[in-house]
Nanobody, 125 residues
Framework: QVQLVESGGGSVQSGGSLTLSCAPS????????LGWFRQAPGKEREGVAA????????RYADSTKGRFTISRRGADPTVYLQMNNLKPEDTAMYYC??????????????????WGQGTQVTVSS
């Protein structure tokens, strides 16, 4: 079945930007939704941003709305998370996940059954 591969993490200063990529690989990709989640050491995993793959529907956490943008580019199935104005509290391991969800469940971890390995984002001052 399809695998998800994240890339684009790294270290930036507060106020900087990073763009993460989530690329499907290894099989048919027919999942309805893709979400980005993050988990910092000692903290629970939280939904960051998510989208329905075939419709212009997105959802963001309150803490990232206006700073982060989830998107696709043309016909490429890769999903991106553009992160602007990064803050130290954004430091976490970021995971992409594929699954099925309606709008109200897009940021719920239980909506997703395929997960990538994660990519580290570190924001310093």
């Amino acid at each position: 079945q399809v695998q998800l591969v994240e890339s684009g993490g790294g270290s930036v200063q507060s106020g900087g930007s990073l763009t993460l990529s989530c690329a499907p690989s290894g099989g048919p990709y027919n999942y309805y939704a893709l979400g980005w989640f993050r988990q910092a050491p000692g903290k629970e995993r939280e939904g960051v941003a998510a989208m329905i793959l075939t419709r212009p529907v997105t959802r963001y956490a309150d803490s990232t709305k206006g700073r982060f943008t989830i998107s696709r580019r043309g016909a490429d199935p890769t999903v991106y998370l553009q992160m602007n104005n990064l803050k130290p509290e954004d430091t976490a391991m970021y995971y992409c996940a594929a699954g099925y969800a309606g709008y109200s469940q897009l940021l719920m971890e239980t909506s997703y059954n395929i997960w990538g390995q994660g990519t580290q984002v570190t924001v310093s001052s």
